[in-house]
């Protein structure tokens, strides 16, 4: 079955960084784009990035544009994303998602909790 | 401020139906077929109910249904039962944003 499973959350001080990373089964990675989702908790969902299935093409939401970095290794079937210079507003929980057609995310991971706080 | 415009709470008793509301404008909902639903029940990851408008994934009930008008979009849930106390929530691709946005999600109480 089809599963998606994050890691790299925690508690990070403002400014630092910090890498999620995302591993993929059940269905053929290297087809499929791929995004990241955050929701802070008990909030509306925002969508953060996508990568192409190739990893040729990326795009970010304006809020993150600049500090973070998707990318993807489609012999791992993992998806990561770098998250640099981070900031009190970027707290949530971080999924990564399954892209159909950059209309719709039809699979979601469990989700990783970032918090960003000194 | 979400991009998309959604009812804080709806509710309603078992078996009755009800209806849930996502206004956008003439750059995503009205101009585009590409509305999708997700509903989110508590503690878990959004699960996709509804997309393009009113098509249903593989194993989501007949219950559930989706239309538009206008800058407009619903979700309709026939038949209500217990397990349909969740969060949902509206998506769209946008032209004026970069890729999908999304309303601020609507809770659904089962009387």
């Known amino acids: 079955q089809v599963q998606l499973v994050e890691s790299g959350g925690g508690v990070v001080q403002p400014g630092r960084s910090l890498r999620l990373s995302c591993a993929v089964s059940g269905f053929p990675f290297s087809r499929y784009g791929m995004h990241w989702v955050r929701q802070v908790p008990d909030k509306g969902l925002e969508w953060v990035a996508v990568?192409?299935?190739?990893?040729?093409?990326?795009f970010y939401a304006d809020s993150v544009k600049g500090r973070f970095i998707i990318s993807r290794d489609n012999s791992n079937n993992t998806v990561y994303l770098q998250m640099n210079s981070l900031r009190a507003e970027d707290t949530a929980i971080y999924y990564c998602v399954r892209d159909r057609f950059l209309q719709f995310f039809d699979y979601w991971g469990q989700g990783t909790l970032v918090t960003v706080s000194s | 401020q979400s991009a998309l415009t959604q009812p804080p709470s709806v509710s309603g008793a078992p078996g009755q139906s009800v209806t849930i509301l996502c206004t956008g404008t003439?750059?995503?909902?009205?101009?585009?077929?590409?509305v999708s639903w997700y509903q989110q029940s508590p503690g878990a990851a959004p699960k996709l109910i509804i997309h393009?408008?009113?098509s249903r994934p593989s194993g989501v009930p007949d219950r559930f249904s989706g239309s538009k008008s206008g800058n407009t979009a619903s979700l309709t849930i026939s038949g209500l039962r217990a397990e349909d106390e969740a969060d949902y929530f509206c998506s769209s691709y946008s032209s004026e944003s970069t890729f999908i946005i999304f309303g601020g999600g609507t809770t659904l109480t089962v009387l």
């Open positions: 003439s750059s995503d909902i009205g101009y585009y077929d590409r």
């Open positions: 990568i192409y299935w190739d990893g040729s093409r990326e």
């Open positions: 393009e408008v009113t």
